[in-house]
Structures are given as C-alpha cells and as structure tokens.
C-alpha cells in the first residue's frame, strides 16, 4: 500500500498531518514557487526598481524587442510556451535547464512565443524563469537573497529556501521503503517552481499574503476564480494547493504520492466545509 503523506493547513482547525507528514520538515512547493516571484515583482516595482511594464529586454539584454513586460509573464500572457524547447527527461526534466540553457533562449523569444503577448493566457513555466531571470539582474543578487529581501523578510519568514539542509527534508516514501529522488529544479527554473518551505512557512506565507495582506494587493501570479485567490502546484511525487476566499476561509494542503487533481479536490472540500462551519 502506498502512503501518502499530507499536511493540512486551514483557518477552520489546527493542523492535520497523516502517514508520516510533518509541518516543520522542507517539501517542494512547486508552483507556489510562482506566487512568490510575482509578490517579488510588485515589490521591486513600488520600490521602483523597476516597472512592471518594462520590457524583457531592458533587464536582459540578450533577448530581442518581442513586446513581452515583466507583467505579462507574471500574468501569463506573455504567448510564451507551458515548457522550454526540446526534449525533457521523464526521470528529472529540469534538471539540465541551467542558466546558460536559459541564457541560450533568450535570443529566440520572439520565435518560441506562440502569439503576441497580451492577448490570450497561457501558462508558463518558461516566462517564469525568464521572469525570475530579470529580477535578478534588475537586483544585482541572487533569487534567493532578492525574495529574501522583498517578500519573506518583510512576512518574518524564514524557512524558505532553495536548497535545504541534509536531514531537513520530508522523505518521499517509496517501494520497500526506500525514499523516492525529488526532482531538480534549483536551476532557470527556480523562480517557476524550485523553492521548498515548510508546510508552516507555506501556511504562513498564504495567510500574511492572502488574508492578512502584509503586501498589500496580492500579486497577479495568484489565480482567481470568483471570491477565492488560489495557486496549485506538482512536482514528480509532491502536489499542493493554496487558497484563500475574500471573506477570510482559508487552506493550504501538501501531499505526497498523490495525483495533482485530488490534491486541488481536496482543497476546494476542506475551503467549501470551512464556509459552511457554523
């Protein structure tokens, strides 16, 4: 039988952890990643850093005048494909997409986007790399160092990173007990789906941004589906989903071995009971 470890976080009840879960050890957040490059846009850009309307190519330099804003790849828009070119490996598909793959791309943007930016959504994991790309030359540091400074510093959290320390991992278990390999994705894409937290930190960060709204508005990284602001996520073996309703109800839930879309189902269950609790 296989286990499938889960965390859930809401405003409905105290933390509720199954088969070997854990609030304080690091899992892969996976495209919540996302949230928090977008809320380290927004950030520089009322610092004035930057502007949300500058082109790509004011920040990298290589990339050629396509129409693309830094806006419209946190929104989606920028006609960017889902994924980079080429073929990716099954195993680890990230793995070897690095920033000199990444800085390879960036002259052929206006061949790899499949229609002008602005006019239809479509989800990226490559306008979020070179979206995370910007951010760091327009910061002159490191993704890690600039989300530091723009958005888990100002929230006071702190157990977010790239790369964390041996032992801290949640393992992933697998067949006769051996642990399952996470994939890699402290590379380009980074800022699409790299980071890890911990189920408390991940919890915190949807609340400080979402419903307490430290931030002020929430970032366009969020998506939106009536009252509720969300963001789900999949790595190999990890899913997550995060949501928060504009009246307060509030869910963060991680999983591993679970199927993405059963993860999202059981968010929007654990949102609809916390709305209907007396």
Excluded at 73 to 91: E, I, K, Q
Excluded at 125 to 140: F, I, R
Excluded at 253 to 267: K, S, V
Aim: proline letters at 10%; a neutral charge; glycine letters at 8%.
């Amino acid at each position: 039988m296989r286990l499938i470890p889960t965390c859930v976080f809401s405003d409905a009840a105290p933390p509720a952890l199954s088969d070997g879960h854990a609030v304080d050890r690091f899992v892969q957040i996976a495209s919540l990643t996302k949230v928090v490059t977008g809320t380290a846009l927004t950030r520089m850009a009322a610092s004035e850093v930057l502007a949300l309307d500058d082109p790509v190519e004011r920040w990298l330099p290589a990339a050629p005048t396509t129409g693309i804003t830094l806006l419209h790849l946190a929104r989606h828009t920028s006609g960017l494909p889902r994924l980079p070119p080429g073929r990716l490996s099954r195993r680890d598909p990230y793995a070897a997409f690095d920033r000199p793959a990444l800085d390879c791309l960036l002259p052929r943007l206006d061949t790899l986007a499949t229609r002008p930016p602005g006019q239809q959504g479509e989800y990226s994991n490559l306008g979020y790399a070179v979206l995370g790309a910007a951010l760091t030359a327009a910061s002159g540091t490191t993704y890690e160092e600039l989300v530091t400074e723009y958005v888990l510093r100002p929230l006071d959290i702190t157990e977010v990173t790239a790369n964390p320390e041996p032992g801290r991992s949640l393992p992933i278990p697998g067949l006769l007990g051996r642990p399952r390999k996470s994939w890699t994705m402290n590379g380009a894409i980074l800022p699409a789906g790299g980071l890890w937290a911990t189920p408390r930190a991940a919890a915190d960060l949807v609340v400080r941004i979402l419903v307490e709204r430290r931030l002020g508005d929430p970032a366009p990284s969020w998506q939106t589906s009536g009252p509720l602001r969300w963001h789900n996520g999949a790595t190999r073996h990890a899913s997550l989903f995060a949501g928060a309703m504009d009246n307060g109800p509030w869910v963060l839930i991680h999983r591993l071995n679970a199927a993405p879309e059963d993860t999202d189902r059981a968010g929007i269950e654990t949102l609809k009971a916390s709305r209907t609790a007396p």
